[in-house]
């Protein structure tokens, strides 16, 4: 009889072997629209907003159907990317006339509000939950399992979206509320982008509580504290976050 743990270790190294091809033909897909399944990925933008939870339930059968936490779909972040492009387009049209700032300023938030920040964080949490939170085995039959890269970065786009529609979308519309003088516009700043961060967080916490290897998730949670804490200082020293960024792209214009 072969020992189990060499079959542990085969079925490891094949599910590593299969997560390590997943991600070109992830690539490969971001330019193959019919491919994508854009009705399911605005029903979990919705979900998202509303019922988070409803969405990382999915995630589990999607492990048990495609052998993998992460999506092997890039629809959710061409169409986030799409969304994020049209939201900093109607920033430059109310507050720049400049055209090529315009593309400056699209071009910034795309890459480092999304994607390059997206990919820090998601490296982050990918290297603290495989160094510090897996459960360890109880024995050498066990296969290990990995949170995968690409699932870290799923789970930072699904946090991110709905801290989109509150600092992109309703900010919007409230800009010019939000960015005039006075201690009302300060205050309702603060709370719209302490309310942000926080569901930010949460939805970072509830990606990775979900994996039934990880323990001690609730680590994700102590950002919010810390937003908590920090935001009645920010209020009372008149910082107003939305005019700080409105001026940093539209100093001219705010």
């Known amino acids: ?6 079959k542990g270790r085969a079925s490891s190294s094949s599910t590593s072997r299969v997560n390590s091809s997943t991600f070109p033909q992830y690539l490969r897909r971001i330019i193959k629209w019919q ?11 919705l979900y998202l907003c509303t019922s988070p939870k409803v969405v990382y339930q999915h995630t589990k059968f999607h492990k048990q159907t495609k052998n993998q936490w992460a999506r092997d779909d890039p629809a959710f972040v061409v169409i986030s990317s799409l969304l994020l492009a049209v939201a900093a387009l109607a920033y430059c049209a109310a507050y720049d006339h400049s055209a090529g700032h315009a593309v400056f300023v699209v071009i910034s938030v795309l890459l480092f509000h999304f994607l390059i920040t ?29 949170v995968e890269w690409l699932y870290a970065f799923d789970v ?3 946090s991110f979206f709905p ?14 509320l939000l960015v005039a003088h006075g201690f ?9 982008f302490m309310v942000a961060a926080s569901y930010y967080h949460y939805l ?3 990606g990775y509580y979900v994996l039934p290897f990880l323990e001690r998730t609730t680590f994700f949670l102590y950002p919010i504290g810390l937003v908590i804490v920090l935001s009645p200082i920010l209020i009372l020293s008149g910082f107003n976050p939305s005019r700080y960024l409105m001026n940093v792209y539209f100093s001219q214009r705010v």
Do not use: K
């Open 204 to 206: 970072n916490f509830l």
């Open 156 to 158: 930072h786009c699904n």
């Open 184 to 192: 009302i516009p300060v205050l309702l700043s603060n709370l719209l």
């Open 1 to 6: 009889m072969l020992p189990t743990t060499s």
């Open 118 to 146: 997206g990919a820090g964080l998601a490296t982050c949490c990918w290297f603290l939950t495989n160094a510090y939170l897996r459960e360890e085995a109880p024995n050498s039959h066990v296969v290990e399992q990995r």
């Open 35 to 45: 491919q994508m399944d854009i009705e399911y990925t605005f029903w979990q933008m």
């Open 163 to 176: 801290m989109f529609v509150m600092l992109y979308v309703i900010h919007y519309f409230l800009s010019p």
